[in-house]
């Protein structure tokens, strides 16, 4: 079995349960898997450093970017040097903050310059990789999806309603594109839906100016509901509950995990036009999972609601199970294993 450094690892389980959930199914295949200190990481060894979000190395900072950025090509140049072979996860291209875009893609290339293997959950975000950083068309490639979060999220408590909001929910971000869905409101007349607004206003967003603007909906009629503040798990898992329409309109990204979440649960999508969605809308068809015409409007937002309410809370129990995480981290750790055959001068896979 392998040892397995992990960045993020564990100490994300709350924010973000993907690397944790990882770590956690590679222990039960019997790897040893873990996030190492900093002196673990000069002075141990490992088998596979598995890098998930390394944009994430820029910081506000210059100073402090350039310092980070130092300290991790000299730790991973150290640990390819004792025999570790390097895995990026693309969970995105590019970073969503674009803090600084010319140091991140400095980073970036000096970064997949050292990769060995590359896991994509889509073959469009492998494609969208390959596009923006060319040298990784010669690394060895995975393709598996993102799962399920399995038990990550806590069952839903509240279920004295049945699901009939139409809900954006998690972080507010601006590449999510709640300002599509507003716009869609605002040039229609309200109806006798209920609507929600969950999350907190970030990257940009300024919150002041977006609750201005939610009240204006309201005071127009709209049953809108909102919450300007982060959700947490059970939160998330009571909102999805009760929500029979959730509504992703993103501008750009190559993946989300929300959308898997809520479809894990149950709940309908109404989601962009971009190849992140399209795993989803081929395992999970309208009404599931509906994709919207550019540009959205309230009568898109109306008909996908309708067409969806008899699969409203339906479990689709043939997704879960090819989205486990276990049978996906399977592959990962089939992947880890033949990069590592391949270092040894093997490339049986």
Not at 188 to 205: K, N
Not at 234 to 242: K, P
Request: aromatic share 8%; glycine share 6%; charged share 20%.
């Amino acid at each position: 079995m392998a040892v397995i450094w992990s960045f993020p690892g564990e100490e994300n389980r709350r924010s973000n349960p993907y690397t944790s959930t990882l770590i956690d199914e590679l222990r039960k295949l019997g790897h040893t898997a873990f996030s190492p200190s900093w002196p673990q990481r000069v002075l141990g060894r490992c088998d596979i450093v598995h890098l998930h979000w390394p944009q994430k190395v820029v910081q506000d900072s210059l100073l402090l970017s350039l310092r980070s950025i130092t300290l991790w090509l000299t730790f991973l140049a150290l640990q390819k040097a004792r025999g570790a072979r390097i895995v990026w996860t693309v969970h995105n291209v590019a970073s969503h903050e674009a803090l600084r875009p010319r140091l991140e893609r400095w980073w970036m290339l000096r970064l997949l310059g050292l990769v060995d293997g590359v896991h994509a959950l889509s073959a469009d975000s492998l494609r969208e990789a390959r596009t923006i950083y060319p040298a990784i068309a010669k690394k060895e490639y995975l393709i598996a999806p993102h799962w399920t979060y399995a038990g990550a999220y806590p069952a839903a408590t509240r279920k004295t309603l049945p699901p009939g909001t139409v809900a954006f929910l998690g972080d507010l971000k601006a590449y999510k594109g709640l300002d599509v869905l507003l716009e869609a409101l605002e040039a229609a007349e309200p109806d006798r839906r209920r609507y929600l607004v969950h999350g907190l206003p970030s990257d940009g967003i300024d919150p002041a100016a977006l609750e201005a603007r939610l009240c204006a909906l309201q005071h127009r009629g709209w049953q809108l509901e909102f919450v300007l503040q982060r959700l947490s798990e059970q939160e998330m898992a009571d909102r999805l509950a009760e929500t029979g329409l959730l509504v992703l309109p993103y501008h750009s990204g190559e993946n989300s995990g929300l959308a898997v979440l809520a479809a894990e649960r149950g709940t309908p999508l109404l989601v962009s036009a971009l190849p992140a969605f399209e795993p989803l809308l081929e395992e999970l068809p309208p009404p599931r999972v509906t994709e919207i015409v550019a540009p959205l409007t309230h009568v898109q937002i109306a008909d996908a609601f309708d067409r969806a309410s008899g699969v409203m809370g339906m479990i689709d129990q043939e997704f879960v199970a090819r989205r486990a995480p276990g049978r996906i981290v399977r592959e990962i750790s089939n992947y880890y294993l033949f990069l590592m055959d391949q270092a040894r001068g093997s490339t049986s896979r």
